[in-house]
């Protein structure tokens, strides 16, 4: 009698907690409707399980200054080697601790903010800096969440009011050029980076803003001139000389571009596109053993563009190396494969999104699948299936795409999570405790995580494992009042027992 009546609670908590929110932990609980809707979702408790049990063991001078002497500058230290160290996650925990110092320390939230984008922790980054930070580092890092979440529109609105409180911000207006042209809005793009140019005219990154709109753009006529005026003023720039370069490429100045090309690379040869333009034009001078070395280096050093692999297959070509030629051609065309179906995939997508606020969300499940199709193994995709087969009340379908997810991506959280609840309401209780377990381990900072593991206990009649699962929830929120009312439950049933 005891367990069946710990069992009908605990379906009514988890039901009570979770119906609304599909089963969501509490980082989703501020998840908007609409066309990104689903990427806050998916980005919320995406985190691999190695990386959530990453030790963070920084320096040993670091770590006995830390335990000799706490404080935010400590902190703060340790985080910025962490991140520069390649431990994003280790440095959130840090930059955490700094902020748990110094709570209104703007330089505190920066940093916190920038490694948590490192993370893919957009949603968090969101939450914390609210609809509109004052400080222009903290825009950066709101704005650049957003874009990240693909929140376009959010991200110009932070972008613009950002604008109207430093008008004058390179910083603020690159990011919106930048985002402009992200999603091909060219003219906009260059109207406001012609604006900031005409309001600073002795400024060289507004000038410079102003010159990279126009090669992006293809107004060649136009930037030809002021890259040249820009090189005069600043001749060791890589930039300034990678672009001029890449203008008189297109001019069919060969000798100028290399000339301008090789002294980029010798200032900075980690910088994958002056050794791309590099290589085209030691290609076009005959030089294919020259343009065979700096391609292969720009795709070491991870170009993407699928023409690289083209332009490097032609020189092998030329060098008699068949054999590599092919193997470039092969991925060449692999690469575009794989394009052509982001591109369908991305296409499906945005139209099965406008359907869902059309109110059609049958067509709206439709064009997720022929994105599935397209992408079998793009996880966020099928989850995003998974929520519009939820609203439609088809569990079944639900299941399978939430299966494919994490077929796909067997450490994506948000989705284990979710086949954890459907697993609850399905009785399964067993293999809805693998799930949750699966979440907590994960996320172990999340109350409702330890909270749904908790009532997933009870309702096996686990009480003493129930018990402390609620306990570190109501330590993580002790103003949960599901979790206490869940503590008190438990509390009398093993008082019973």
Avoid at 231 to 239: G, N, R
Avoid at 249 to 275: C, I, M, Q, T
Wanted: charged share 25%; with cysteine.
């Amino acid at each position: 009698m005891r367990g069946r009546l710990m069992l009908s609670y605990a379906r009514g908590l988890i039901s009570m907690r979770l119906t609304g929110q599909r089963g969501l932990v509490d980082c989703v609980s501020g998840a908007r409707e609409g066309a990104v809707r689903w990427l806050i979702l998916a980005t919320c408790l995406a985190v691999s399980l190695s990386a959530s049990s990453e030790p963070c063991i920084g320096p040993p001078a670091l770590e006995a200054q830390i335990q000799d002497y706490p404080n935010g500058k400590a902190y703060a230290t340790m985080g910025h080697w962490f991140s520069e160290n390649s431990k994003p996650n280790c440095a959130v925990q840090s930059f955490q601790s700094w902020l748990a110092i110094e709570p209104s320390s703007p330089k505190a939230l920066d940093a916190l903010a920038r490694a948590q984008i490192a993370t893919g922790d957009y949603d968090a980054v969101i939450r914390r800096l609210g609809q509109a930070p004052q400080d222009e580092s903290l825009i950066l890092d709101l704005a650049l969440a957003y874009r990240k979440a693909e929140m376009f529109d959010d991200s110009t609105r932070v972008l613009m009011e950002g604008l109207k409180t430093y008008p004058n911000s390179d910083g603020l207006t690159a990011a919106l050029v930048s985002l402009e042209v992200h999603q091909s809005h060219f003219a906009a793009a260059q109207k406001v980076a012609d604006e900031l140019a005409q309001r600073k005219p002795n400024d060289l990154e507004a000038q410079r803003i102003q010159f990279r709109t126009l090669v992006i753009s293809g107004d060649y006529d136009a930037a030809t001139p002021l890259g040249l005026k820009l090189l005069a003023q600043a001749p060791q720039d890589t930039d300034l000389l990678n672009l001029n370069g890449l203008l008189e490429r297109k001019a069919g100045d060969f000798p100028a571009a290399r000339k301008h090309l090789e002294e980029a690379v010798a200032l900075n040869g980690n910088d994958y596109n002056s050794r791309v333009n590099l290589g085209l034009v030691l290609a076009q001078l005959n030089d294919a053993a020259g343009a065979k070395v700096q391609l292969e280096k720009a795709v070491e050093l991870g170009v993407t563009e699928p023409q690289v692999r083209f332009e490097l297959a032609k020189v092998l070509r030329t060098l008699g190396e068949t054999d590599e030629a092919q193997q470039q051609l092969k991925l060449f065309q692999q690469k575009l494969k794989e394009d052509s179906e982001q591109s369908l995939a991305v296409l499906k997508a945005t139209q099965a999104e406008q359907a869902i606020k059309d109110g059609d969300k049958s067509n709206a499940a439709d064009l997720y699948r022929e994105a599935c199709q397209a992408q079998p193994e793009n996880a966020a995709l099928a989850y995003r299936l998974s929520l519009v087969l939820s609203d439609l009340g088809d569990m079944a379908g639900e299941r399978a795409a939430l299966e494919q997810a994490v077929k796909a991506n067997p450490n994506f959280v948000l989705a284990q999570y979710a086949l954890g609840y459907l697993e609850f309401r399905a009785g399964e209780n067993a293999a809805a405790e693998q799930q949750f377990r699966i979440t907590v381990k994960a996320a172990p900072d999340n109350a409702r995580a330890w909270l749904s593991l908790a009532a997933t206990l009870a309702a096996e009649g686990h009480v003493q494992e129930a018990q402390d699962a609620v306990a570190t929830a109501l330590k993580l929120d002790p103003d949960n009042a599901g979790a206490r009312e869940l503590s008190k439950k438990l509390a009398g049933a093993n008082g019973r027992h």
